[in-house]
């Protein structure tokens, strides 16, 4: 399989790392705005560097195409692959703004295309033994914490204290901040489980944490609770800090008759104990493998319901998002219906 890479920054790395371990997919292009970075990945994995995505669709046989720009510049090449009948994963968020999550699932649901968004934690084999712990049960109350440092390799603090650099990290109103870059985890894995949101509340604060101090715009720490549509709550605790021992990355999911705890990067662990005893499991596969084997496998299937994460469920997650973006601004509880 032949796949080519739209934004080869940070993220993209990640991805690069665990296709250069398998022997049944190759990255035979590469495009980004910085021509040189560009190259430099493209002659460190062997591939095309090109100019410009529809060079790289033009000049390319793709099995699939890789979007790794910034959330508002995820729309623009992932509709521009659908229409060139090429498959897409792309990053998380589906994007920054409501308009792009749309254009980008009409023009998905029109391709008929397989199609996967970067929420890892959906491929996680140890949710199937949480959703068998729930049986029926809805759960009552899920509790997320997400509780480390941003992506290293963009230097996110640097950029956000001085001021200075073109980090598109540091302007929330391009990124989201630490509520899409790392809280959307949480919102998705939440809705994998409990379904849709009707409602939120939200409220953030700034410079007590990572960014000590710091006069930006960024906000180092977010807390949100959700009500589902069948009343049951969650709540998620996000906390931009490099003072934490190690990452501290969780869910809690309680339910009228189990109690599971379910620890997540870079062990992935689930312990609890329901009507039938105690459960114990360890996660088999690294998620950021396992979301890549699906994705794959899905492609060469022609399986579009065969992905961890669609574009329909990662716009229910950038919506739930938004509605607590205008949260914090607001300090009202907001109803999804209202975000449109």
């Not at 991805?15 to 002659?43: K, M, N, W």
């Not at 930006?216 to 959700?226: E, H, I, N, Y």
């Not at 312990?271 to 360890?282: D, F, L, M, P, R």
Request: glycine share 10%; proline share 4%; net charge negative.
């Amino acid at each position: 399989m032949n796949v080519g890479f739209v934004g080869v920054g940070a993220v993209a790395q990640h991805h690069l790392g665990v296709i250069a371990e398998r022997d049944d997919v190759s990255v035979t292009a590469v495009c980004d705005l910085d021509e040189r970075r560009a190259q430099t990945v493209a002659d460190r994995v062997g591939a095309r560097a090109h100019p410009d995505l529809q060079s790289m669709l033009s000049g390319e046989q793709l099995d699939a195409v890789f979007v790794c720009t910034p959330p508002e510049a995820h729309a623009e090449p992932t509709v521009a692959a659908f229409a060139a009948r090429v498959p897409v994963y792309v990053e998380k968020p589906l994007a920054r703004k409501l308009e792009d999550g749309l254009a980008i699932v009409s023009a998905w649901e029109e391709s008929g295309l397989v199609s996967a968004v970067g929420y890892q934690w959906r491929s996680l084999d140890l949710l199937s033994d949480v959703r068998a712990a729930l049986g029926s049960r809805r759960p009552g109350l899920l509790v997320s914490r997400s509780i480390g440092p941003t992506e290293p390799a963009r230097a996110d603090l640097a950029v956000a204290g001085s001021g200075a650099g073109d980090c598109w990290f540091a302007d929330p109103r391009q990124s989201g901040g630490i509520l899409f870059e790392l809280g959307t985890h949480d919102i998705d894995l939440q809705l994998a489980l409990a379904g849709q949101v009707e409602s939120v509340q939200a409220t953030a604060s700034s410079g007590l944490l990572a960014l000590d101090g710091a006069e930006t715009d960024l906000k180092d720490s977010v807390a949100a609770m959700l009500r589902f549509s069948d009343g049951g709550l969650g709540t998620i605790q996000v906390a931009w800090t490099f003072s934490h021992d190690h990452p501290l990355y969780t869910l809690d999911v309680l339910a009228a008759t189990a109690s599971l705890h379910l620890q997540l990067d870079p062990v992935f662990r689930l312990h609890g104990q329901t009507e039938g005893g105690q459960i114990e499991a360890v996660g088999a596969t690294h998620p950021r493998e396992s979301t890549l084997t699906r994705f794959f496998d899905a492609v060469r299937r022609g399986d579009r319901d065969g992905v961890a994460c669609s574009p329909a469920d990662a716009l229910s997650t950038l919506q739930v998002a938004l509605a607590c973006e205008r949260a914090i601004a607001t300090g009202e509880s907001v109803a999804l219906a209202d975000v449109n």
